[in-house]
């Protein structure tokens, strides 16, 4: 876990921002790379990648750059999203959390178990399977689906918050390598400072306003609940990780909080009252950088910014 000063952030974000960019993309990507050569040396026994991680964690880019990795290497790689497997809205009568007062969405019980369970099953025994696809913009599965068989020399990876739960995987996990991608830095200020979490908040909060129609209001709402599931859902399993990424990438907080300045201004009390007032004063903190021209296509940045 890095612990970066702000000061520093503000001087290379202002300074040089193509290098200081350059930089934080090659710490993540040196990182991919570890992770791709122990799959690659591990495939015969394990040909599954198990990525679990909390939210915003970026688990959808992260699945990609290891297939990218990998296949350097000449292993094709297979990716599945467990966010497919999530029931339509108003197919099911969604859990509640009573602790914070809203709809627990972080729940298991709000994806298709049976049908998770039967395709992990098949896809052990070699056979096909038609995957869903679920738009989180409506909410809904959108009827298309996606063929996949997992060839003899082939790995998949399978990511989720719940990837390393057994109960979803059914000892599927017993032929998996488990990798767990969180942000697990932090940023230091002089008497005040950004925990994790709250950077990916940051993260959520512009991700879910862009891709999955939930205006930042509604994010704060959530917030609590989201924490909540991490603590019940996701951390008692951490212990099957043999990998740890970290996501964060030290520039992305100018850009983040960019994006956030005005609405974080306007919902101030809110905030402050979730235990994010934080983020209330790094949105006045933090320097703008000049991203465009410099940040790769593939920087996991992209799933939260577009």
Known sequence: MANYQLDWINTQAKQDPAGFIAACEQQYLDQIDAVAESL????????????????????????????????????????ISMDDYYLSRDTYDMPWDEENGVYDFES???????????????????????????????????????????????????????AFNDVLMGGLERHATGIYISVASSVQADGWGLAAEQLRFCRRAVRDANFRGAPVDVT????????????????????????????????????????????????????????????????????????????PEASVLHEFIG
């Not at 998770?116 to 298309?144: C, V, W, Y």
């Not at 300045?261 to 703008?288: D, N, P, W």
Request: proline fraction near 6%; glycine fraction near 6%; include cysteine.
């Open 40 to 79: 690659a040396a591990a495939k015969d026994e394990k040909p599954i990648a198990l990525l679990c991680g909390p939210s915003s964690s970026g688990k959808t880019t992260t699945a990609d750059r290891l297939r990218r990795a990998l296949g350097k290497r000449g292993i094709h790689v297979e990716t």
């Open 108 to 162: 298991p019980l709000c994806m298709d178990l049976p049908l998770l369970h039967d395709h992990l099953a098949k896809l052990a025994r070699g056979q096909e399977i038609n995957i869903p696809t679920f738009d989180f913009a409506s909410k809904m599965r959108t009827g298309e689906t996606k063929s996949l068989t997992l060839d003899p020399d082939e790995i998949v990876v399978i990511e989720g918050i719940h």
């Open 220 to 295: 704060v709402q959530q917030w609590r609940s989201v924490w909540r599931g991490e603590r019940l859902y996701i951390d008692p399993y951490r212990p099957f990780a043999t990998h740890t990424i970290d996501s964060y990438l030290p520039y992305e907080t100018c850009i983040l909080l960019d994006v956030l300045r005005e609405q974080i201004h306007q919902m101030e009390a809110k905030l402050k009252s979730i235990g994010l007032e934080e983020v209330c004063r790094a949105a006045q903190e933090f320097a703008s950088i000049e991203y465009a021209p410099y940040m």
